[in-house]
């Protein structure tokens, strides 16, 4: 009861608040952006699931067994099944090869289908496929069959009847080299159909939905049973450029989260020392009437205790509103319903409250246990503190609670080296500037003499509101470099004009007609790539099936026949890393992270099966690749000489607008064996991602820099005390304000000025960091920060130092001299 009684006189004078406001802050700001954070990652897998039309997916050459459905069913998931195959399909007017989709009547489980009456229409959603004996074929494959809707087709044994015009299948881009044109029938007339006989070549999927712990359960049930040609997927691992974009979009999602628990732990910084100086006279007079220091710790405890009940309890209720304010004003740019927050995440804002408490507040208040009687007698006594271990465990809790956001050691690592290289500079640099400005002002009678003079006078004090307002200044430059620059690369690295279809199946005849009519459509098109299929089958001279016995450790290399090319020049996505590649090369050349997968290396020979016929070649260069680009690239690039004896199609891939699909799409129904594949699914989902994580990181910006606002406020008034008196003094001695104000202005334009330089120099080296080790993007310059950081600093500091020392300037000097 003692310690509460004392909580509330305290609260009553306005001594705790700082604190209780600091520690709402740090797990409000916390706590909010997490919960935000949780929801769009969600969100984000939620819609790549839709490209996988569920959550997991079994991929398989045999059929789905029973066993593995009815456990799904066991732990309580959705099933829906797909079988993908090869047939023709017969019209009155003709017959065309296409790509079948047999599916069940709930498929798919995410996403919708795509369906439009007309055709080459822009489409409209529908839930559920087709019925029984309804069929959805392709716009193009209805314009080369010539029929419309009503109409029949048939599709082995049976007849089927045209109910929509498909526009887009969830889960078709599984592959970019299917099959098409598309058609998609009910499960049901599959066995109907009588197509699929012994030897025919399908592709059988389970597709599961569910909550995650039983989608995990199930994955470590199959995992280890999957087959030779089996695979199991998840909406990351559904293709390279998706998963790049998720992977990204976290990384800065949980950068903006690292800078908030940097921001905490300044706010808690500087609300712990003021807490401790105001605890002075008030357990020296507790042990003046005989306390024990027991005693004095369970009081300091509670009150603590007390504290942080409170003080968390408002920040997680703040912290919920917060992301819902968020959440709110993105409804309206993104394209789905963000998830619902999480209770269960509100465990990273309790122990965001503790380990602050713990890593900033605490042992300054176990200082307070040596505290001396005598200082009843002397309120302005100070008690002895161990700087240096007090700064190791702040920095400590800080990086723990960096890495505990996070989940990871880099980003962490990255902001705490960026941190003390900071501090370093400015306890070179302030000491040095701090100094000079001593120098230069000795026998000070101007303001800004009298304010230069200032900064040397409250020398630890000013260093460390230096390092303060640098170090908020460098996180929001860090913030608005992620925003315009990182952002910016990222999206140049998509451009809005990146080739949303594959052109493929095209023979070497046909490629320059198809290259004039997307010039005369002007319709960029990419390099055209000859492609052979083909197969390793040994490694330096030994079988690939003796050495990978386990089907889970298979490289892909070796899992499957590959698309095989020439070229005598590397395109334009391809960057040469080991040996030499051209036309004159008598070896073949590999992917890098192919290579790393099977540990191979410049000379190291493959086998390669070709048409029955076996080739053993020298890897004579090794290439990155960029996935993402969405032009047409391979694992292995072989010799002309080899391939030019093999019948080979032609593969690229193209950008076509909204404007010319119809019209391009027409002019391909001239070419009945050509198959085109639309990716642009997955470029609008790569795109929204790109969006999303854009407007997110504004939003955070602008809550984290508000914030920083409150902490430079707080950090200002810590030395209020002091400035009052000497304030007081030097009115006392006739200053006027005008005077006052003006030496005001100088100390705390020269402090943001100075930090704001710093901060730009920090950030600078933080971005560089970023782009090169985290985000693996080239590192750029941003000049923008170089004048952003001063003025900045110079116009925010100033004008939060003035508003928060106004009373120097108000208050009359009698009345300041009472007071002390």
Known sequence: MLAVKLLIREIRNGDVLTLLFALILSVSTVTGIDLFVDRLQTSFTIQSATLLAADRVVRSN????NERME??????????????????VFSNEGLQLSQLSAVTGNYPLRGSYLVDDDLFGAGYSVEDGPSEGDIWVSSRLASLLGVGIGDAVQVGETDLTIRHYLVRDPGSTGSAFAIAPRAVINQ????????????????????????????????????????????????????????????RAESFLLLAGTLAVVMSGVAMALASSRYVRRHLTQVAVIKTLGATPKKIAQLLLSQLAIIFLVGTGLGLLLGWLIQEVIALSLASLLSTVLPAASISNLWLGMVTGLMSLF????????????????????PAGKVQLKSLQLYIIALTGMYLLMVVYTGGLLLPSIMIAAIFMVAV????????????????????????????????????????????FTLIIMLGLILIGVKSSLISDWQRQLPVDAPNHYLFNVQEGEVKQISDIADNLQIPVSEWYPMVRGRVVQINGQDADLLYTSDDKEPELLSREMNLTWSNELAEDNVLLEGEFGGNVNGLSIEEEVAKEIGLKIGDTLGVKIGGLDYQLPITSIRSVDWSSMRPNFYLILPQSILSDFPANYVSSVFIDKDNVQSFYKKMADFPTVSMLNVGDLIQQIQLIIAQVSQAIQLVLFFILSSAVLVLNASVRASLDERLEEGALLRTLGASKTLIRQSMLVEFGFLGFSAGVIGALAAELSLFGLQVFVFELAPSFHPLMWFLGPMTGFVVVSIIGLYAGKSVLTVPPMRMLRSL
């Open 71 to 88: 456990y799904a069913k066991e732990q309580g998931l959705e099933t829906a099944q797909k079988t993908s195959f090869s047939s023709m």
């Open 62 to 65: 045999t059929a789905i067994t």
């Open 359 to 378: 890593a900033f507040c605490l042992p300054l208040l176990m200082r307070l246990f040596d505290v001396s009687p005598l200082t009843v007698l002397h």
């Open 425 to 468: 500079a400015i306890g070179i640099i302030g000491y040095g500037l701090f100094k000079l400005g001593r120098v230069l002002t000795s026998g000070a009678v101007s303001g800004w003499q009298i304010g230069l003079a200032s900064l040397h006078r409250r020398l630890m004090g000013n260093l460390f509101q230096l390092l303060v």
């Open 188 to 247: 049901d007339d599959l066995l109907k159909t009588q197509v699929i006989q012994p030897g025919s070549r399908v592709r059988y999927s389970l597709l599961l939905a569910g909550n995650e712990d039983a989608l995990n359960q199930y994955e470590a049930w199959i995992t280890p049973n999957l087959e030779k040609g089996e695979r199991w997927r998840t909406p990351k691992s559904g293709g390279q450029g998706i998963n790049s974009a998720i992977e």
